[in-house]
């Protein structure tokens, strides 16, 4: 039991195959108790259903991560109901779906606002409010994608989203190292996930993958949980302001 006593909250569940429920449930087992965001009331009932299992102590609350008082409101209730927070998982993106079909150069001023807040900022929103409550430190997780580093056609504004994602993890991470707070991101090879359907050419890349990684396969969200439960843990307590690649070894080919 790697996270016996901890308390965590985590943003963006969506439905069974999100990142972030694979990471939640890797930490429920291990013993975390844990608190649930979700974005809009249409999934409410997906949040709901899946935490079912989970003990009466879990948390469900509504939070739109572009609003600063549904930001207050959902730390308010974790430190009246938890008294203080170990863990946060940010598993959060969006940007306009046209901003991701044409080219970078066509990003409008209003769709690169949109991905930056929700997808950048949110982190440094959450991180200043879950600080307060992390009396024995803490760590903070992020998912970032490597599109963030090279340029992967059509990822465009999300991409210097994640940028801004993993620069503020490196600025959090110092700001917060004094607190014993960590901040550390995991840049995931591609998932089969909401955030991915309906993406045009996700299963071409998912077979490049295949085709390119070291280890020739794709990355599987159990695997992700695990990486999740490792930067959760204390055997990663000496890391922070990291970005952790669980992509098979895609990143470190040249060619
Ligand atoms: O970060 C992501 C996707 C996040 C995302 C997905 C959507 C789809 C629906 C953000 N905003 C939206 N907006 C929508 O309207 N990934 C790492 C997955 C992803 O998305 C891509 C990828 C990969 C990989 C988009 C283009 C190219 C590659």
Not at 44 to 65: H, M, Q, S, Y
Not at 72 to 82: D, L, M, R, T, Y
Not at 170 to 185: H, M, P, Q
Request: net charge neutral.
């Amino acid at each position: 039991m790697l996270l016996a006593g901890k308390h965590g909250l985590v943003f963006g569940v969506a439905n069974k195959r999100s990142i972030a429920w694979a990471i939640a449930q890797a930490w429920a087992r291990e013993g975390a108790t844990l608190a649930f965001t979700y974005q809009g009331e249409r999934l409410r009932e997906n949040v709901e259903d899946l935490v079912a299992a989970f003990g009466k102590d879990t948390l469900i609350l509504p939070c739109d991560v572009t609003k600063d008082e549904e930001i207050e409101q959902v730390f308010a209730q974790i430190g009246k109901s938890f008294g203080k927070l170990d863990l946060l998982l940010h598993s959060v993106a969006f940007a306009p779906r046209t901003a991701l079909e044409g080219a970078f150069v066509d990003t409008s001023r209003e769709a690169f606002k949109i991905a930056l807040d929700v997808s950048a900022y949110s982190l440094v929103a959450l991180a200043r409010q879950a600080a307060p409550l992390m009396l024995n430190g803490g760590s903070i997780v992020g998912m970032s994608y490597y599109g963030a580093r090279k340029v992967v056609p059509h990822y465009n504004v999300m991409g210097v989203a994640k940028a801004a994602l993993e620069a503020s993890t490196r600025y959090l991470a110092y700001d917060l190292g004094t607190k014993k707070i960590r901040v550390n991101c995991i840049s995931a090879g591609p998932v089969n996930t909401l955030a991915a359907r309906g993406i045009a050419g996700f299963g071409e890349m998912l077979k490049h993958y295949e085709e390119h990684a070291p280890l020739h396969r794709n990355v599987t969200a159990e695997e992700l949980g695990a990486t999740g439960l490792f930067l959760a843990s204390d055997g990663a307590a000496a890391i922070t302001g990291q970005v952790i690649y669980a992509d098979c070894g895609y990143q470190i080919m040249g060619m």
